[in-house]
């Protein structure tokens, strides 16, 4: 017979989230558990949520690109200015494209600036803009979604990886910085879970099976 299994539940009433490319994927997922444990929640993306897998009802989405410091600015100033402050920002919005997965030598510039501008740049406008009412609160929390390719690193992924490591070192001194402002930051590094940008390069990668076994579970993870 099975053993139960402990469940853990969040009570969010009354916070405020801001979450960056939200309208999918893992983004998705973060906002809707936000949401069904009582928060506001903002999604700030450049696309649109997929009707096929909605967002939650209390969900209200922020149409922008993390890439523009206006969008970020007015993102955050949306949620001063409806809900009276901010106490989450969740840092999520990225690209892999299936073109990235090519040696250094082959990597085009192009893309190169393009994946620096949104998977690096894109946290810290978010952020410079978030960390200013959270230190005037003196509260809040910043999540970076890292990646666990941030931590080890394989052949023909010389932009993706390296990004997400500056995505922790970027949780750890912002950390260092605003402890004495009550802010924490902290980062997450998933493994490969399946999602639209996972799926667009599956095949690039080895296919669902090669990507399953190179987790201890032998699975891909889901949102």
Not at 25 to 49: M, T, Y
Not at 115 to 143: C, D, P, W
Not at 208 to 220: K, V
């Amino acid at each position: 017979m099975p053993r139960p299994i402990g469940q853990v539940t969040y009570n969010n009433q009354g916070r405020v989230v801001l979450v960056s490319g939200g309208a999918s994927g893992i983004g998705r997922s973060v906002c809707n558990e936000f949401a069904q444990s009582g928060a506001s929640v903002l999604c700030l993306d450049i696309a649109v949520p997929d009707q096929d897998a909605p967002l939650h009802e209390k969900v209200e989405v922020i149409p922008g690109d993390v890439c523009s410091e206006e969008d970020c600015a007015r993102a955050v100033a949306y949620a001063v200015e409806h809900f009276g402050g901010l106490d989450v920002l969740v840092n999520n919005a990225v690209i892999q494209p299936a073109a990235s997965y090519v040696p250094v030598d082959q990597f085009p510039a192009e893309l190169w600036d393009r994946m620096v501008r949104i998977n690096f740049t894109g946290y810290t406008l978010l952020a410079k803009h978030a960390l200013r009412v959270m230190k005037e609160q003196q509260s809040g929390v910043v999540v970076n979604l890292a990646s666990g390719q941030a931590h080890r690193t394989a052949r023909e992924v010389p932009a993706y990886g390296p990004i997400k490591a500056a995505n922790l070192l970027q949780a750890r001194q912002w950390g260092v910085e605003y402890a004495r402002d009550g802010i924490r930051v902290v980062s997450v590094s998933p493994g490969t879970i399946n999602t639209p940008l996972v799926q667009a390069s599956l095949e690039t990668q080895g296919g669902a099976a090669e990507l399953a076994n190179r987790h201890p579970l032998g699975r891909i993870g889901e949102p």
